[in-house]
Antibody, heavy 121, light 108 residues
């Protein structure tokens, strides 16, 4: 079955950087668009970034634009999210999620378990 | 950006009863609406897409309805495992897609 496993989270100082990874298995990663979403402690869901199946289209939420880069390596079944210039408001559980389409339909039929990123000095 | 508003914020229902959750979009989104269930410490799970289509393996007691700006998630004959937070999400206009703030379904 589909499995998505995030890694790379932790505690980072404000202004620091982090690279999150998502290992995909149980499906052909190259056939689907992928996303990153996040959830601040006790809060709702926020979409962060999207990437098409071939990596040629990328899109970002305004709240992270210019500080975040999404990428993928289909040969290694891995999705990445590089987050720079981290701020306190970036503290959240970050989820990778699978789109339902090779292009992007922007709803999410499988999610990873999430990885916590804490921005604190 | 399309604003999604869910009501009520918290809903208390007895097991075996019916729960009705509402979601309103700030503009017409046709049927481009999904519902997710999230239990404590878990990732969200897709329940409904296209406003009324159940995702694979979702029990028939979950049903979605609505179109345009007003949507409903109905859960009949509530089971203990259904008590969770429910989010609606529009994917009509992106980026960004937007979520409602969630409805917490509590045991009465």
């Amino acid at each position: 079955q589909v499995q998505l496993v995030e890694s790379g989270g932790g505690v980072v100082q404000p202004g620091g950087s982090l690279r999150l990874s998502c290992a995909a298995s149980g499906f052909s990663l190259s056939a689907f668009g992928m996303h990153w979403l996040r959830q601040a402690p006790g809060k709702g869901l926020e979409w962060v970034a999207a990437i098409s199946n071939d990596g040629n289209y990328k899109s970002y939420a305004d709240s992270v634009k210019g500080r975040v880069t999404v990428s993928r390596d289909n040969s290694k079944n891995t999705l990445h999210l590089q987050v720079d210039s981290l701020r306190g408001e970036d503290t959240a559980i970050y989820y990778c999620a699978k789109d339902t389409s090779s292009w992007l339909r922007f709803f999410f039929d499988s999610w990873g378990q999430g990885i916590l990123v804490t921005v604190s000095s | 950006e399309i604003l999604m508003t869910q009501s009520p914020a918290t809903l208390s229902v007895s097991p075996g009863e019916r729960a009705t959750l509402s979601c309103r979009a700030s503009q017409n989104i046709n049927d481009n609406l999904a519902w997710y269930q999230q239990k404590p410490g878990q990732a969200p799970r897709l329940l409904i897409f296209g406003a009324f289509n159940r995702a694979p393996d979702i029990p028939a007691r979950f049903s979605g309805s609505g179109s345009g700006t007003d949507f409903t998630l109905t859960i009949t004959s509530l089971q203990s495992e259904d008590f969770a937070v429910y989010y609606c999400q529009q994917y009509h206009t992106w980026p960004p897609v937007t979520f409602g703030q969630g409805t917490r379904l509590d045991i009465k």
